[in-house]
């Protein structure tokens, strides 16, 4: 992995990106020739998709095999450190810890990890895995919303579009009374939409407080190790703690496989970022989704209703629509 820096957007310095979720979102960046190829770039960016959409599916086996939110999270949060930190070793990249990076790292893991991570968590043993993903898929809308009623991006009118085909998506998911096989699992598609609206507020808050100079790797593994920090705390204080039991079981081998493709897909993103260009990585989004969807069917049979299916249609339509263009 190389090492990266927040500057001129070039080889060694990417644009500002947001740091850890399921759907990395990409906020007033510069374009970035391609030097993959576009072969090798659309292989990545299928691959990184199709192994991060099976994280929802994940996410369902561990809290229904009986592990708690806050335990799944802490385990997440405790082995992405680890592998971050051997990551940094292995590239020689120093992790800052001042004042100002150490509050960075602080809110960036209780925005990105602690209080999405554990709302999730909660509403995967409720919720379907292909509904996850399609109520994870509003993090670029509801960012780009954010950013420009602050006024980092522009309101362009196709891009509003994209938000209005993303309301009416969710609205086909929670309104209909044949949508969903269970109503009362409408509370906690609401609750995924509040870890959603985390992970876009982390996106803001990296894009205007990214400390200078800092290496994005560094950040990450940051951020990481204060959401472990974090959640270690939490778990012992209300006694919910998952040990990791040998030989692994099914929830055992979930968390440390979801740990693993995170860390590992995002390590890709940002290579595609600085290779490829942050609006072609940005359409991993498009993969990710669609994967989540296609993950649920494969792994636990599910069968989704006519307006759970146009949801999924107007979510990948506003996706498409909000995603940024290339600058010509």
Known sequence: MDKFTNDAPSENNPPKVAAIQPLPVIVNAPPVENSLGRAKAWALLTFIGIIWGTTFSLAKIAAEGGGHPLGINYWQSLIGAFLLLLACLITRTRIPFNMECIRFYVICGILGSVIPGVIFFYAASKVSPGILSITIATVPLIT?????????????????????????????????????????????????????????????????????????????????????????????????????????????????????????????????????????????????????????????????????????????????????????
């Open 144 to 328: 780009f919303v954010t950013a420009a009623i602050i006024g980092i991006e522009k309101a362009r009118i196709l891009r509003i579009t994209g938000v209005i085909f993303g309301i009416i998506s969710i609205v086909m998911l929670v309104a209909p009374k044949e949508s969903l096989p269970d109503p009362s699992a409408v509370p906690w598609i609401f609750a995924a939409l509040f870890s959603a609206g985390c992970y876009s507020a982390e996106n803001i808050f990296v894009a205007i407080k990214l400390p200078k100079g800092m290496p994005t790797l560094a950040a990450i593994t940051g951020l990481f190790i204060a959401a472990a920090t974090i959640m270690t705390v939490l778990v012992i204080a209300m006694d919910v703690f998952v040990p990791l039991a040998w030989p692994l079981g099914k929830v055992e081998a979930a968390m440390i496989s979801m740990a693993t493709i995170s860390v590992v897909a995002y390590g890709i993103f940002i290579y595609l970022i600085i290779h490829a260009g942050p609006v072609f990585a940005s359409q991993t989004a498009y993969v990710v989704t669609f994967s989540g969807v296609f993950w649920g069917i494969v792994i636990f049979g599910e069968q989704h209703s006519g307006w759970i299916w146009a949801s999924f249609v107007f979510m990948m339509v506003a996706l498409v629509l909000v995603t940024p263009r290339e600058k010509t």
